[in-house]
């Protein structure tokens, strides 16, 4: 097996397919794995190029394969369906992600470390708090319909429904008490999530790139954390490729030489976008009022022109430009240096 140059590995939960190439691109290894066979196997081959599609648990075998002396690329899996032939199959699969490996200009995922890993699953953790916490109240608010019961949209007006739904006298007692169970979890959900807040923050004041961000209008202590968790702003050539792999620039169907653009391509992480396009929703919000600082040449004229929510997605296209440059300068923000500070 020494004539072997480059692997791609199809992982899943017990069987790992492998498709092995020589220097020529010809095929020189098709085998299947069991999960406790794969480190004594790839311990035993001399250090070569081993591809993985970047996507559950696709980190923690990159940092296992790369102790044994390999070079591990982890491809995203829109970069490998290209290569895929026809019907898929484990095989199929595992010669596309060595393929999409093998081509010059392949942009590949850089691994996390343990503790990054572990920094951003609280950020997560947060988020799938808040979701479950957005589903009690949506279910709260529709069970209390039935009974002519409705309240102010929001999660900080949830305990205003719930008391609404006491003072209505002839709600059965079944239903009071499911409504009880339903309040207990929210409780305790806002408790959660207050205790991952305190601690969250406690982690932006002590990291000096969060600081920085934070100075950005419209980016707060979350935004800003995930930003220097899981973004490597070397990785990116400019603040146009940040934008773009954050999903915040539109798709292009152009052909025959006329150029149509569609939709943002919401591509790259999800979760950054949210939080972004929700950082320039309030900023909007705060320049509508009279005198606001916020309201800047470029956002009136965007504003004139084009609809809030579209102008939202605009700025968070400059926000995540202008977040780029922070991180790669060094520097906090400043109002007077956006226009050059966004152009880079």
């Not at 999960?35 to 296992?64: D, M, N």
């Not at 996390?112 to 890993?117: G, I, L």
Request: with cysteine; glycine share 6%.
């Amino acid at each position: 097996m020494s004539d072997i140059t480059r692997i791609g590995v199809d992982t899943s939960k017990a069987v790992f397919t492998l498709h092995g190439v020589d220097a020529t691109n010809r095929p020189v290894l098709r085998m299947n794995l069991r999960r406790g066979q794969v480190i004594p196997f790839f311990r035993k081959l001399p250090p070569t190029i081993v591809a993985l599609e970047a996507c559950g648990s696709s980190h923690y075998w990159a940092r296992e394969i790369a102790a044994l002396g390999h070079t591990v690329r982890l491809v995203p899996p829109q970069y490998v369906k290209p290569y895929v032939k026809r019907s898929k199959n484990d095989r199929i699969d595992a010669e596309a992600i060595c393929e999409a490996a093998g081509r010059p200009g392949m942009h590949f995922v850089p691994a996390k470390t343990a503790q990054q890993q572990a920094d951003g699953m609280v950020l997560k953790v947060r988020d799938t708090l808040v979701c479950q916490r957005t589903a009690l109240i949506n279910t709260v608010r529709g069970h209390a319909a039935e009974f002519g019961v409705i309240a102010a949209k929001g999660a900080a007006k949830a305990e205003v429904l719930f008391s609404a739904i006491e003072q209505q006298a002839d709600i059965p007692q079944a239903a009071t008490e499911m409504f009880a169970v339903f309040r207990q979890q929210i409780i305790d959900i806002n408790a959660r999530i207050a205790e991952l807040d305190a601690k969250l923050h406690a982690a932006h004041k002590a990291n000096p790139v969060s600081q920085r961000l934070a100075t950005i209008p419209g980016v707060g202590p979350i935004t800003a954390l995930t930003f220097a968790i899981e973004i490597d702003a070397a990785q990116y050539e400019s603040g146009r490729h940040l934008a773009a792999w954050s999903g915040l620039t539109p798709k292009e169907r152009s052909t025959g030489g006329k150029q149509r653009m569609g939709g943002i391509s919401r591509a790259g992480n999800e979760r950054l976008r949210r939080l972004l396009v929700a950082g320039a929703t309030s900023v909007i919000q705060a320049a509508s009022k009279p005198g606001s600082r916020h309201m800047t040449q470029w956002l009136r004229a965007l504003l004139a022109r084009k609809p809030r929510k579209l102008a939202a997605v605009a700025l968070a296209n400059k926000m995540a430009r202008i977040a780029w440059a922070l991180m790669n300068s060094g520097e906090t923000y400043r109002r007077n240096a956006t226009i050059a500070v966004a152009k880079a």
